[in-house]
Antibody
């Protein structure tokens, strides 16, 4: 069965960096795009970024562009989210989710359990 | 950016009664390939989102048939024919036609009356 497991969350001071990981199993990882979606405490869902199946293209929400960077290692079935210049408003549970295609997904069909990032001094 | 607007934001429902959630998009979600990419997600308390419906009306495997999706263009609906206790959750619509960014509705919280 498809599984996505996020890790790397924690408490970090404003302005600092943090790297999240998303490990995948149960599907041919190199065939699918992977997305990150976040949810601030008590709030709704916000799409953050995605990377295409071979890592050729990346797309970002305006709120994180220039600060966050997504990458993937298909040999390790893992996607990374490097978050820099963190702000208090980046505090959220970060979910990774599988796209339904290698490049241009129209849906996110499986989600991980999420990892909490708290940006606080 | 396509804005997704859900209503109501809070939905108290009696067990066994139907429920309906509306989702409107600021632009048509019909794509040139003929598809319309509107998804519905369920997020139960303390859980991650789970996809229920994709491409407006296609139900995911394992989703009870009391859930149905309908609509076209900019106007979409998720219906639950008879609400059960396990349906208590927040429901989100999400468009996958015009990206980036992918955009979600604000969420509708379904509770038992």
């Amino acid at each position: 069965q498809v599984q996505l497991v996020e890790s790397g969350g924690g408490v970090v001071q404003p302005g600092r960096s943090l790297r999240l990981s998303c490990g995948a199993s149960g599907f041919i990882f190199s065939n699918y795009a992977i997305h990150w979606v976040r949810q601030a405490p008590g709030k709704g869902l916000e799409w953050v970024t995605f990377i295409t199946h071979h890592g050729t293209n990346e797309y970002y929400a305006d709120s994180v562009k220039g600060r966050f960077s997504i990458s993937r290692d298909n040999s390790q079935n893992t996607v990374y989210l490097q978050m820099s210049s963190l702000r208090t408003e980046d505090t959220a549970v970060y979910y990774c989710a599988k796209g339904t295609a290698g490049t241009y997904s129209t849906s996110l069909d499986y989600w991980g359990q999420g990892t909490l990032v708290t940006v606080s001094s | 950016e396509v804005v997704m607007t859900q209503s109501p934001l809070s939905l108290p429902v009696t067990l066994g009664q139907p429920a309906s959630i509306s989702c409107r998009s600021s632009q048509s979600l019909a794509y040139r390939d003929g598809g319309t990419y509107l998804n519905w997600y369920q997020q139960r308390p303390g859980q991650s989102p789970r996809r229920l419906i994709y491409e407006v009306s296609k139900r995911d495997s394992g989703v009870p048939d009391r859930f149905s999706g309908s609509g076209s263009d900019t106007d979409f609906t998720l219906k639950i024919s008879r609400v059960e206790a396990e349906d208590v959750a927040v429901y989100y619509c999400m468009q996958g036609t015009h990206w980036p960014p992918y955009t979600f509705g604000q969420g509708t919280k379904l509770e038992i009356k």
